[in-house]
């Protein structure tokens, strides 16, 4: 029986966990939050758990960091010593390339980090909202550096798969931050703007589920987003400014009543969406 | 047992259709497509049809109006004179002030029309996608006029409750329109404008729940909502730069890494979102 270490039981930490022990791993948990242990071992989230790394660690197979981005290097700092060696640490941030360099520095020559991005969430933060299913039918993507081991992406590869994830892809560094600067990022700062656009509560009674849909991830953690955001400034700075000449562009056919071109504008962006339907 | 006739079986005219049979009512469809009309026979969701709607108006207790809505007073006009004195008409286009007026001007004077919005729909036409469940706990606006009695609202605020639509509304034209122009043009515009920012085919295999549900609507029938744009097109151009406002704050925002005010936008947005929950 493998054993997996948690680090960071938020709602990722907890989904994982919670795959984990449903595929037949260990799963040790370790969390700043003495409530979050409880809560994990008191739901059986965990066969152990403990505020303190230094307990555990030694006896982690692999581990999985699901901390906060800007929370990794200096977790490494404080723990990395009681890591057995040889161990492989999987690290799960939604943005690689400002972030993962200066913790490869830091890293023990005999640990190797490899980076991760299963494409799956909760708007809700916390152990509480912990669900295994997040990763049925996700898109997984490994972001190999230089001196990444083959061992080691096929061992994520297969360790995607039994989590229930669908493709499992593999990128580099750059592709991965813009492609997470489209499809991610740029579609919850829209979300976003468009809640923040002007007050609209009083319009709660009138919705259809598009708008719902569409403004889902406008409930969004402020904390983690943020530094997600900070960490791709200048890729997700040029993907808004595209999104604005797209927009401008549409508001210009409008203002010229130009109905073959914004028919040419709906047909296009059906094709397109059609190809993203799973 | 009152008989319901449906001018237009469109993906709405279909669902309207198919839940009118479900609470028993009879059901009589017209459309200027043999095929369709052959469809809604052969599929019972009419117990008659026909291509020429003057052999059905004369049965109808109410009629219910779902045409492309530049398709309107053009049918009225030739058609109105084979409707029973006295009758209701419900009409549904997405849109009200520029589309009314004239409509209004030409309608006989011993018919009635009322203005309604049930807030639901299929991003796919056709009768095939009718749907008799694309009413369950919709939102159904009732936009009523001078000269709309108090008998035709009560009459139509029952039958919204017995689709099984949930709030049933009263909004005034302009109201209405300006409420549509933010919860479903700008909304509709979004999804677009992100398809169509730059080629995005090569994402397919990386996407999230969140890129889907943003983009859904993305998939948009060119011909109604073209129509639909340019009725409401003042309306939409000032909701348009509003969020055009909206995310240039949060681009400046961004470039001046402002991460309080950052949070505070995500906050905000969270905080607004959250009351559109279902």
Not at 40 to 52: E, F, K, P, R
Request: charged content about 25%.
């Amino acid at each position: 029986m493998k054993t997996v270490g948690i680090v960071g039981l938020g709602v990722m930490g907890a989904s994982f966990a919670m795959r984990a022990k449903e595929l037949g791993y260990r799963v040790l948990g370790m969390d700043i939050d003495p409530k979050t242990i409880d809560y994990a071992l008191n739901h059986g989230m965990v066969d152990g758990a403990s505020t303190d790394a230094r307990l555990l660690l030694e006896d982690c197979d692999f581990v999985i960091l699901a901390l906060y981005p800007t929370k990794i290097k200096g977790w490494l700092e404080q723990f990395q010593s009681y890591i057995r060696p040889g161990t492989l640490l999987l690290e799960i941030s939604g943005v690689k390339s400002k972030l993962t360099g200066p913790i490869h520095e830091i890293l023990r020559d005999d640990i190797e980090l490899l980076s991760i991005h299963p494409m799956c969430g909760r708007e809700s933060r916390g152990i509480e909202f912990g669900d295994a299913k997040i990763f049925d039918q996700a898109n997984f993507i490994i972001i190999p550096v230089e001196g990444n081991s083959i061992d080691s992406v096929v061992f994520t590869s297969v360790f995607a798969k039994e989590l229930g994830c669908k493709n499992v892809s593999v990128l580099q560094v750059e592709e991965h931050d813009r492609m997470i600067g489209f499809l991610s990022q740029l579609t919850h700062v829209l979300a976003v703007c468009l809640m923040n656009t002007h007050e609209n509560s009083h319009l709660v009674e009138y919705t259809g589920d598009s708008f719902r849909d569409l403004t889902r991830i406008a409930k969004i953690n402020e904390d983690m987003w943020s530094e997600l955001f900070l960490l791709n400034k200048d890729i997700l700075l040029d993907e808004i400014d595209q999104f604005i000449a797209s927009i401008e562009n549409f508001k210009s056919v409008l203002i010229n009543e130009d109905t073959d071109e914004m028919k040419h504008l709906f047909v296009q962006s059906t094709e397109r969406r059609k190809k993203f339907d799973k």
